[in-house]
């Protein structure tokens, strides 16, 4: 072997000379070398990226002296003595080959894998015949190839017949003969649908002997839901669809058959393959999208539902590694699955193998970083938009009868009824002589004699009140007397559970209401509706308290006074099972004492008559005055340091935010909307009821940077959320560890709230808000900003127009801040004037309202929604987001000109660039990638052996003439029917799947050049399919929800489902049986069935045991052989055994039965009843022919 020393000595003796040129004497080495021309992509590349691109590739942190043995001009460029890596035409003067052929100093060194005597004799040849570098092939500009000659002409069909025979004619292969009507009949049938041909389908193809049969059913198979649904299962492995999250608890997908069901309408569409890959990265983006055929809504947008169906993880340390992950996962997908590149092995470096750079990795990413996960409203039939637009003119005549009846209000003395109120306050004690004192209180309950006339409901109370004694922690501190009602029972209860488990209701008897103020003590859980005390006015609920999550009671004071003198009920509830799941309370007494600081009835009176003022009327302004003057919520200036994200009273504001939905709209100051009751908008804010609560939307804001302690929103509503997405994380919706109180409810109807966020963990990550209204609900936000500082105050109603003597009503009502305070007090009311009904105003909120309720809910597609701005990232030091190098704009690959659109994708995300960039005609990988994937599909493998991968790393194509051929004409034709129809009526098709003569198995073992059909297994739905059809049982319906996974005893751990589905998936095709990626269904795992963790576009083909063991025993197996031998010993009955028989053969296998498998049928089923008949349906299942396509 040639050393370093060797290769010295050479130099000093004159043989290698200093400068020489590489290509000097190329030309006289090509001419000497030998006449079989060595193919660099398809022998010489695998090669050097096996051995020698991991240190001398495309890769340049990892990269070693600076050599590139992919590039020509690095490998060709002078280096250690003189001497280039490669000379063309001169492998002796190659260091390369010296140090490979080096045993002293080799290469690949410290061990490591050398190559074969093999491999380095074609690196040899390779160099002898001048080392040419072509662009690797897949990435090569796409032309149509000119079409071969061939020996034998006529035995072509179809211009891609003749690349076939091309390449057998190089071997000096004859191509195999064509396979019976049957076997092509039985082959077309499965490959285009997934399911046998009926026994019906075979007798009318064999009975049609014109030139036009096989045509006629291609087009029958092409054009059936079956082949919809066989090839929309191929494309789902591409897209690792699940309908379930995976790691710890499986958590849901929204209605992820959503997707599937769409991808079933677009190949039953033959939606042109550019259109439907453009749909999955940008549906959302479309100006004409396409429309559902049944409800009419876009039916473009499920197709981004793609990017969500990945594995997630909740409560992750690493927020923003985990976010690197799932983009890692979906660019993994994108690539492949569109483009045949793996680009994601170029997330941590430049590709080893490939020319993919980690900025084209960054630069997708940054794509995808732009995009959110929503789950976007759609209309079906457009019912919603009709009713839109039917409650359009009368929200119009709201908003003017509205303001009309405001301008009746300016002749109730408004200003004098505020003053009077105003001087009230704090006046509690003054009094008149002659005055009487107060009315004796009546106590209603203190529970010291039972429950006496009070109804007890459920077993939450008890069939007693309880005794103090009974009592833990601070429950009785307040309590009068010795007892009191409470719902957590620490009482011994042989018969159930006890504590906060347990729910029940109290109702007091009727009784009047003969003093202003009902006061009680109360304490224990805060919720809503949960656990709570209600008092009840005619049937409808006038107040309600809960407890403050807190043992202790405190007292409760409820203004009754303008019910006084009519009957009230009081309820005592718990019907919350969970934490803080109980209501304690005590002595509900009526009283006319004012609370502390306020006025008396008799004063109220007083002043009344001497102002000339209704005593009832001013009664409710001082006792509603509190809430009149209290101080404003967090809508004061912001502090120094404060950053403002939004202030809707802004006109740019919704630049910052996208829309998803109809709900949301900008309201102005003074607008109206019906929410309950006519509302003037006392401050501009983005609002989600101005056309009604029906509607569903979301707003989500532009990315920004934590660098303050705290996120604060201004808000109102009911019903409806806010959240915060820290770097787009989104499974704490399912499971909010560490990121508590990230997604916190709205409800707040009658005021304004101040949310407040502490961002302390997350302080450096990216972030956006966003607010959601689910529909029924509403919500309003006024601002959103941030800050280092905790709680801020705010400014309220401005009252100091009262010191104005020429303030009157008008002007008093001119601010719609105090309008919007005294229309929510109740002290104005634009449906009244006095005591008369404004019948404008009424009818109209009534129409109104009957319309929103009449408004039907959406259905909900989980999609993809660009970020109101697009969003860069920076490039990972290493694959480690946390040390963040260059900022690198979004783009695509850069050496296929992923990086010279227009614009550099500074449109939103640059989805919609991106798209037009991987569908361009322009782009090669795309159409080889698509053509590659259609021959596959029925011809076994693709021409390409690794679908996936097209570059370096895969195994490139025999014949890629053939490859481009394909390629070209999808281009043209984007039609994957048409194609598909093209390859399976073609010559190449219609071979057997033997040959006769035994060279062609020295001369292309792996059948590479199609000497002969590859044989198939059916896929794991094919073979459960293929059973359903022969029992029976099949269902064929199309599309719906999936039907719950049938859970064998094996299939356990956290996030079981709740319920199993039945054994035979109620006979729907194994498409429809639902994906969990922790509990896959068993029988599909055990052949085959791809882990949806990533694109597979070549499943593995295994032969295990667990399959004849699944065939052999499988419960699913045992009862679909049950059923068809049932039906066909009923067919026996009626048309005789061979009949029977024979159908079963047609049935499993598409052929009739030889006369030795008669006889063994025979056997099986005479004299043995039904279990011979279901014995012999089993065996026929379990054979190799079923399950395999010749």
């Not at 066989?230 to 492995?237: I, Y």
């Not at 609920?541 to 807190?550: A, D, I, P």
């Not at 045991?1105 to 010993?1129: C, I, K, S, T």
Request: glycine share 8%; charged share 25%; with cysteine.
């Amino acid at each position: 072997m040639i050393g370093r020393a060797l290769a010295l000595l050479l130099l000093m003796s004159g043989l290698l000379l200093p400068g020489f040129s590489p290509a000097s004497d190329a030309e006289d080495g090509i001419e000497s070398a030998g006449d079989e021309a060595v193919d660099f992509d398809r022998q010489v590349l695998p090669i050097l990226a096996h051995y020698c691109l991991p240190c001398h590739g495309n890769d340049g942190e990892a990269r070693k002296k600076d050599l590139r043995l992919d590039d020509q001009d690095s490998a060709t460029t002078l280096r250690d003595l003189n001497i280039p890596a490669i000379s063309p035409g001169h492998p002796e003067n190659s260091l390369a080959l010296l140090r490979i052929n080096d045993d002293d100093d080799p290469m690949p060194p410290d061990g490591r894998e050398r190559p074969s005597v093999e491999e380095v004799e074609i690196l040899t040849r390779w160099v002898e015949q001048g080392a040419s570098y072509t662009k690797h092939w897949s990435w090569r500009p796409l032309e149509a190839p000119e079409l071969p000659e061939v020996v034998d002409e006529d035995w072509a069909r179809d211009p891609l017949d003749l690349f076939i025979g091309s390449g057998l004619d190089s071997l000096g292969l004859k191509p195999a003969p064509d396979a019976d009507d049957r076997t092509w009949l039985r082959r077309v049938t499965f490959d285009l649908t997934g399911l046998p041909a009926t026994p019906e389908e075979i007798e009318a193809f064999l009975a049609d002997r014109s030139l036009e049969a096989r045509e006629g059913v291609v087009d029958r198979l092409l054009q059936s839901s079956a082949h919809a649904e066989h090839f929309a299962r191929h494309w789902l492995d591409l897209m690792r669809f699940a309908e379930t999250h995976g790691h710890e608890f499986d958590y849901p997908i929204h209605e992820a058959w959503k997707y599937r069901d769409y991808v079933i309408r677009a190949i039953a569409s033959d939606v042109p393959i550019d259109r439907f890959v453009t749909e999955h990265i940008a549906g959302d983006l479309l100006e004409d999208p396409r429309i559902h055929p049944r409800d009419g809504t876009n039916d473009s947008l499920p197709a981004t539902s793609w990017f969500w169906l990945s594995q997630g993880t909740h409560g992750p340390v690493d927020v923003l590694k985990d976010t690197h992950d799932r983009v890692d996962n979906q660019i993994d997908v994108l690539s492949r699955a569109f483009l045949g590149a793996t680009v994601s092995c170029a997330r941590c470096h430049d590709h080893k193998f490939d020319a993919i750079t980690q900025a084209d990795w960054t630069g997708l990413s940054s794509i995808i970083r732009s995009t959110r996960r929503v789950l976007r409203p759609q209309d079906p039939g457009g019912k919603i938009s009709s009713k839109i637009d039917e409650m359009a003119p009368v929200r119009e005549k709201l908003t003017a009868v509205t303001r009309q009846g405001m301008e009746l209000q300016h002749q109730l003395p408004l200003v004098q009824l505020a003053r009077a109120a105003r001087g009230l306050q704090g006046s509690a004690g003054i009094g008149e002589p002659g005055e009487l004192d107060a009315a004796p209180d009546v106590v209603v309950a203190d529970f010291e004699q039972g429950w006496g006339p009070w109804t007890v409901e459920g077993n939450a109370f008890g069939d007693q009140p309880h005794h103090r004694d009974d009592l833990v922690n601070e429950q009785a501190v307040e309590a009068v007397g010795d007892h009191i009602a409470c719902s957590q029972d620490h009482r011994p209860a042989p018969d159930g559970p006890a504590g906060d488990v347990l729910k029940g209701k109290l109702t007091s008897p009727p009784f009047e209401l003969q003093r202003d103020y009902l006061v009680f003590l109360v304490g224990g859980g805060q919720h809503a509706g949960k656990t709570c005390v209600n008092l009840l006015v005619d049937g409808e609920q006038v107040f309600s308290e809960v407890g403050r999550n807190n043992t202790r009671m405190h007292e409760a004071r409820w203004d009754v006074g303008r019910w006084r003198g009519q009957e009230a009920v009081i309820e005592v509830v718990d019907d919350h099972d969970g934490g803080w799941g109980h209501i304690t309370c005590d002595h509900f007494r009526l009283t006319d004492e004012p609370a502390a600081g306020m006025a008396s009835r008799g004063q109220i009176e007083r002043v009344a008559r001497k102002a000339g003022l209704d005593g009832n009327q001013l009664r409710e302004w001082v006792r509603l005055w509190p809430q009149l003057v209290r101080p404003g919520v967090a809508n004061g200036p912001l502090r120094d340091g404060d950053l403002l994200l939004t202030d809707f009273s802004q006109a740019d504001a919704l630049d910052d935010w996208s829309i998803v939905g109809e709900a949301f709209e900008v309201l102005s100051a003074g607008d109206v909307v019906l929410i309950g009751r006519p509302r003037i908008i006392d401050t501009s804010c983005a609002h989600s009821a101005v056309r009604g609560r029906s509607l569903v939307g979301s707003l989500l804001s532009r990315n920004f940077t934590i660098e303050h302690r705290y996120l604060h929103l201004r808000v109102q509503g009911e019903s409806a959320r806010v959240r915060i997405c820290i770097e787009g994380y989104w499974i704490d919706q399912h499971n909010a560890l560490l990121f508590e109180n990230f997604r916190q409810d709205v409800n707040s109807p009658e005021q304004w709230r101040h949310l407040q966020m502490d961002l302390t963990r997350y302080q450096g990550k990216n972030a956006h808000v966003e607010i959601h209204d689910e529909g029924r609900g509403w919500i309003a936000v006024d601002r959103v900003w941030l800050s280092a500082e905790g709680v801020q105050q705010g400014t309220g109603v401005d009252w100091t127009v009262l010191d104005d003597e020429a303030t009157d009503s008008a002007t008093l009502l001119a601010d719609p801040v105090r309008a919007e305070a005294l229309l929510a007090a109740g002290l104005v009311d634009s449906a009244r004037y006095g005591d008369a009904w404004n019948a404008a105003v009424v009818s109209t909120v009534e129409q109104l309202r009957q319309l929103d309720e009449s408004v039907p809910q959406p259905k909900r597609i989980l999609s993809a929604a660009d970020a109101p701005r697009g969003f860069d990232v920076h490039l990972s030091i290493r694959g480690n987001p946390h040390k963040p190098g260059d900022l690198i704009e979004r783009r695509a690959l850069e050496n296929l000109g992923g990086a010279e659109t227009p614009q550099r994708y500074r449109n939103g995300s640059g989805r919609r660039e991106l798209a037009n960039w991987i569908t361009s005609s322009d782009n090669p990988l795309f159409w080889r990638t698509q053509a590659n994937r259609l021959w596959a599909r029925v011809m076994g493998r693709g021409v390409a052996a690794t679908s996936d991968d097209l570059g370096a790393m895969g195994v490139p194509p025999e014949n890629r003439a053939l490859l481009d051929h394909l390629a070209v004409r999808l281009r043209d034709n984007p039609s994957r029917r048409a194609l598909l129809r093209d390859i399976v009526l073609s010559r190449s098709y219609q071979m057997a799947s033997t040959h006769s003569d035994p060279r062609a198995q020295v001369v292309d073992a792996a059948n590479d050049r199609w000497h002969r059909s590859h044989q198939k297994r059916l896929t794991a739905e094919s073979i459960r399919d293929s059973i359903l059809s022969v029992s029976g049982r099949l269902d064929r319906k199309v599309g719906g929800a999936s039907v719950p996974v049938h859970l064998t005893d094996f299939l356990t751990g956290r996030g079981r489902p709740g319920g199993s589905g039945p054994v035979d998936g109620h006979g729907r095709r194994s498409l429809y049986i639902k994906v969990c990626r922790n509990f896959l269904p068993a029988f599909l795992t055990a052949f085959d069935f791809p882990i949806p963790a990533t694109t597979v576009g070549d499943r593995l083909v295994t032969n295990v045991p667990a399959q004849a063991l699944a065939l052999m025993n499988d419960p699913f197996v045992h009862e679909q052989a049950r059923l068809w031998g049932e039906r066909v010993m009923k067919s026996a009955e009626d048309e005789g055994l061979l009949v029977a028989i024979d159908r079963m053969w047609q049935q499993a296998f598409g052929r009739p039965p030889s006369g030795e498998e008669i006889a063994m049928a025979r056997s099986f089923v005479e004299g043995k009843g039904e279990e011979g008949w279901v014995d012999l349906a089993h065996a026929l299942i379990q054979t190799k022919e079923f399950r395999f396509i010749p």
